[in-house]
């Protein structure tokens, strides 16, 4: 015989789907659940916001990854670990992690892996360009002021 639910059941959050998954980097597991419609939608509205005129930058790359694992990782409840305003600290972590972390949110959630796949890609091919870009830069900036102090 099926079980009927009721109003209950549904807005308990039971629905959602969670894994435990290894986190080598700090030798140990977190649960990643389905972000939800909610969270599917907040990664969405923030992707277009940070997405100037359809360029990712390996900046917003790192925003939204972090974003996805605070609207994913969770205790063995399914409680979120993580509120809004906890996605820029964990950008200081490491960015396999986080990439895995994330890839693994949108897998439970049901959103193209495709769409982490973009995203990572991004910041492993740009990101050390910035870097160095940044780093010629501030060494021209330091040429100029030596140059002008003599």
């Known amino acids: 015989m099926t079980r009927i639910l009721g109003r209950d059941e549904l807005l308990s959050g039971a629905s959602f789907k969670k894994e435990l998954v290894p986190v080598p980097e700090l030798d140990g597991e977190i649960y990643i659940r389905d972000m939800g419609a909610p969270g599917v939608l907040a990664f969405n509205a923030r992707a277009k916001d940070l997405q100037a005129g359809d360029k990712l930058t390996p900046e917003t ?3 939204l990854m ?3 694992v605070s609207l994913s990782a969770c205790d063995e409840t399914g409680q979120l670990l993580f509120s809004e305003a ?3 600290s964990l950008a200081n972590n490491n960015l396999e992690m986080l990439s895995r972390l994330a890839s693994k949110a949108l897998q ?3 959103v193209g892996v495709s769409t982490i796949n973009t995203i990572t890609s991004e910041v492993a091919v740009n990101l050390p360009k910035a870097e160095t870009e940044s780093l010629l830069e501030n060494s021209r900036r330091n040429s100029r002021k030596r140059g002008r102090k003599s």
Do not use: A, C
């Open 61 to 63: 790359s790192i925003k």
């Open 66 to 68: 972090t974003l996805i």
């Open 86 to 88: 906890d996605v820029e």
């Open 108 to 110: 439970i959630s049901g």
